[in-house]
């Protein structure tokens, strides 16, 4: 039984099965196990044989067909197997394809990118070529800017510049603008120098306004910068004048300085003042004040000391006789510039001091190298004893105003040379004769005098043995004239020179005072009497009349100097 039953089952399952499973025929053969389902027994009998008659006839006719449509069965079987070669071919090059597919990708983002760029600069060449013309004006900026520069037309220049730094401001990650600010800021260096190199030629106080003002829009220096800047191309400029001045001739090179110093100098402080105020000092970022004021000051007094350097040197060169020419003109130098409050003239007078003591001191040199000259030539007995007298050779009438050297000297030609050497330096020393040289004047007559009294010594020594009665005479007249005529007409000279009241008035004494101080503008005629007192004769011996002293009335105090008679064998000056 149980057999039977898992005989049945099976049979249910593979009736059901192929209808469950959903395989070929399904609905069909699910209609046909209904339709056996509804069959008798009978009828399930006869069904075996009516399925084998229905299959006889169902392969009957498809042979029957399979004969009438035979070539209908070749072509299919050849489409067929065409079909699977071309689907094979197709499946073949699917692969091949889809090897190449990710290259082909590759190739189309590149393709897609390069697309995008082409695009990107289409679009910036089509935007290029509607904005042609402000791109053109902006990409010609820096060769106008260096026209402009070039042709001197500054307010455009500065202009452009401005403009340009805004648009460093405004696109200053742009290639091409960096490059435009560039070129810009070098024309901007040459508009600079151009600037500065206008200060350094003869230009006016208009054109120095305007160079400043332009200067100032840089903005590249400070308010003390900019003074320092004018200050030192405006020296340049006066020293290229000054470097221009002959420096062959003293006199000619120093007075020509004086000129354009006092010209040029007082120009250039006229035109700092007129652009520069020294009201307002500027504030350093450590926030203390600062004088601007001292710029100009510092700068004026070195200008100051360069002139008088320069003028130290060439006084020092020599001038000639022409020192009080040259001081007339530097006193008026410093007279004008005492209205912009640099008045120097104080400063001179050392200067001319020191030259006109040296000039003193050399001329009386000279006179006393004459006089050992002389003195070595000089013979007792060729002396012409009638000149000095009373008859003889007339002697010109002094004139008012002047000191007459006493006519005694005239028997005595080496006291006469060195009379008129020494008047020749009085002379000399009259043109410019600054009260404070007093001192100096009468120590230099002095030493010169103690030379002289030394060279008398020498010569008596060496004459002494020789002397005849004569000789001793005319030595000893010698001696005596010039002690008692020469040395007093010194004085008088030197207290013509340096009158007593304006010495006592330079020293804020009365004059009744002024021999306290010492013998100011007075020679030591007993010091140097001393080492001659035994040559000199004894007063019952002395047949010369008594000199004046140098304490009488001085004849030519109120005059404009010594003066002098034309001695012999030596140059004649006047007073």
Same mark, same amino acid.
């Given at each position: 039984?149980?057999?039977?039953?898992?005989?049945?089952?099976?049979? &249910?399952?593979?009736?059901?099965?192929?209808?469950?499973?959903?395989?070929?025929?399904?609905?069909?053969?699910?209609?046909?196990?209904?339709?056996?389902?509804?069959?008798?027994?009978?009828?399930?009998?006869?069904?075996?044989?009516?399925?084998?008659?229905?299959?006889?006839?169902?392969?009957?006719?498809?042979?029957?067909?399979?004969?009438?449509?035979?070539?209908?069965?070749?072509?299919?079987?050849?489409?067929?197997?065409?079909?699977?070669?071309?689907? +094979?071919?197709?499946?073949?090059?699917?692969?091949?394809?889809?090897?190449?597919?990710?290259?082909?990708?590759?190739?189309?983002?590149?393709?897609?990118?390069?697309?995008?760029?082409?695009?990107?600069?289409?679009?910036?060449?089509?935007?290029?070529?509607?904005?042609?013309?402000?791109?053109?004006?902006?990409?010609?900026?820096?060769?106008?800017?260096?026209?402009?520069?070039?042709?001197?037309?500054?307010?455009?220049?500065?202009?452009?510049?401005?403009?340009?730094?805004?648009?460093?401001?405004?696109?200053?990650?742009?290639?091409?603008?960096?490059?435009?600010?560039?070129?810009?800021?070098?024309?901007?260096?040459?508009? &600079?120098?151009?600037?500065?190199?206008?200060?350094?030629?003869?230009?006016?106080?208009?054109?120095?306004?305007?160079?400043?003002?332009?200067?100032?829009?840089?903005?590249?220096?400070?308010?003390?910068?900019?003074?320092?800047?004018?200050?030192?191309?405006?020296?340049?400029? #006066?020293?290229?004048?000054?470097?221009?001045?002959?420096?062959?001739?003293?006199?000619?090179?120093?007075?020509?300085?004086?000129?354009?110093?006092?010209?040029?100098?007082?120009?250039?402080?006229?035109?700092?003042?007129?652009?520069?105020?020294?009201?307002?000092?500027?504030?350093?970022?450590?926030?203390?004040?600062?004088?601007?004021?001292?710029?100009?000051?510092?700068?004026?007094?070195?200008?100051?000391?360069?002139?008088?350097?320069? #003028?130290?040197?060439?006084?020092?060169?020599?001038?000639?006789?022409?020192?009080?020419?040259?001081?007339?003109?530097?006193?008026?130098?410093?007279?004008?510039?005492?209205?912009? +409050?640099?008045?120097?003239?104080?400063?001179?007078?050392?200067?001319?001091?020191?030259?006109?003591?040296?000039?003193?001191?050399?001329?009386?040199?000279?006179?006393?190298?004459?006089?050992?000259?002389?003195?070595?030539?000089?013979?007792?007995?060729?002396?012409?004893?009638?000149?000095?007298?009373?008859? =003889?050779?007339?002697?010109?009438?002094?004139?008012?105003?002047?000191?007459?050297?006493?006519?005694?000297?005239?028997?005595?030609?080496? &006291?006469?040379?060195? &009379?008129?050497?020494?008047?020749?330096?009085?002379?000399?020393?009259?043109?410019?004769?600054?009260?404070?040289?007093?001192?100096?004047?009468?120590?230099?007559?002095?030493?010169?005098?103690?030379?002289?009294?030394?060279?008398?010594?020498?010569?008596?020594?060496?004459?002494?043995?020789?002397?005849?009665?004569?000789?001793?005479?005319?030595?000893?007249?010698?001696?005596?004239?010039?002690?008692?005529?020469?040395?007093?007409? #010194?004085?008088?000279?030197?207290?013509?020179?340096?009158?007593?009241?304006?010495?006592?008035?330079?020293?804020?004494?009365?004059?009744?005072?002024?021999?306290?101080?010492?013998?100011? =503008?007075?020679?030591?005629?007993?010091?140097?009497?001393?080492?001659?007192?035994?040559?000199?004769?004894?007063?019952?011996?002395?047949?010369?009349?008594?000199?004046?002293?140098?304490?009488?009335?001085?004849?030519?105090?109120?005059?404009?100097?010594?003066?002098?008679?034309?001695?012999?064998?030596?140059?004649?000056?006047?007073?």
């Amino acid at each position: 039984m149980a057999a039977v039953a898992a005989e049945e089952a099976r049979l &249910l399952a593979w009736l059901r099965g192929p209808a469950a499973a959903g395989g070929p025929g399904g609905p069909e053969l699910s209609a046909y196990v209904a339709e056996l389902a509804a069959l008798g027994l009978a009828e399930l009998g006869r069904e075996p044989g009516r399925l084998a008659a229905e299959r006889a006839r169902v392969g009957a006719e498809t042979r029957r067909l399979a004969f009438e449509h035979y070539r209908a069965f070749i072509r299919s079987a050849e489409c067929t197997g065409r079909a699977g070669r071309g689907f +094979g071919g197709i499946e073949s090059r699917l692969g091949s394809l889809l090897e190449r597919l990710p290259a082909l990708q590759d190739a189309c983002r590149n393709f897609m990118r390069d697309a995008e760029e082409i695009a990107c600069s289409r679009r910036m060449n089509s935007l290029t070529l509607n904005r042609h013309t402000e791109i053109l004006e902006i990409l010609e900026i820096p060769q106008l800017m260096d026209t402009c520069v070039r042709n001197g037309y500054y307010e455009e220049a500065l202009e452009l510049a401005a403009y340009v730094r805004r648009l460093e401001r405004k696109h200053s990650s742009i290639p091409v603008i960096q490059g435009i600010v560039d070129e810009v800021r070098q024309s901007a260096q040459l508009m &600079l120098n151009q600037l500065i190199q206008q200060l350094r030629t003869n230009i006016q106080l208009p054109a120095c306004l305007r160079v400043i003002g332009y200067l100032r829009r840089m903005d590249v220096f400070t308010e003390a910068e900019l003074r320092i800047k004018f200050l030192q191309a405006r020296d340049a400029w #006066l020293r290229s004048i000054q470097a221009s001045i002959p420096d062959d001739d003293p006199y000619f090179h120093i007075t020509k300085t004086i000129e354009a110093c006092r010209v040029h100098l007082f120009d250039i402080v006229t035109q700092y003042r007129a652009i520069f105020s020294d009201e307002e000092p500027l504030l350093p970022p450590e926030g203390q004040a600062l004088n601007e004021g001292a710029i100009f000051h510092g700068w004026v007094l070195q200008k100051v000391s360069e002139f008088l350097r320069t #003028l130290e040197r060439d006084l020092q060169r020599g001038v000639g006789g022409r020192l009080d020419s040259l001081l007339g003109q530097c006193m008026y130098f410093g007279l004008s510039f005492s209205r912009v +409050g640099a008045d120097f003239r104080g400063q001179l007078a050392p200067l001319f001091q020191r030259v006109a003591a040296a000039a003193f001191g050399k001329a009386v040199e000279e006179a006393v190298e004459k006089f050992r000259e002389e003195m070595n030539s000089y013979t007792l007995i060729s002396t012409p004893a009638v000149l000095g007298g009373s008859t =003889g050779v007339p002697v010109p009438a002094a004139q008012p105003g002047t000191l007459q050297p006493p006519m005694v000297l005239l028997d005595f030609p080496p &006291l006469a040379c060195f &009379l008129n050497g020494l008047l020749v330096a009085f002379n000399d020393l009259r043109l410019c004769c600054p009260i404070a040289l007093a001192q100096d004047v009468t120590a230099c007559l002095e030493e010169a005098l103690g030379e002289v009294t030394k060279t008398i010594l020498a010569f008596h020594r060496a004459e002494e043995a020789a002397f005849s009665g004569r000789e001793q005479e005319l030595f000893a007249q010698f001696c005596t004239a010039f002690l008692e005529d020469l040395l007093p007409y #010194l004085n008088r000279c030197l207290q013509v020179l340096f009158p007593p009241a304006q010495i006592a008035q330079a020293m804020g004494i009365p004059p009744t005072q002024l021999q306290r101080f010492g013998r100011l =503008g007075r020679i030591d005629v007993v010091a140097l009497r001393e080492p001659l007192a035994f040559l000199l004769p004894t007063p019952e011996e002395s047949s010369t009349p008594c000199p004046e002293g140098d304490t009488d009335p001085l004849p030519g105090e109120q005059g404009n100097g010594p003066g002098e008679a034309p001695l012999p064998d030596s140059p004649a000056v006047t007073g």
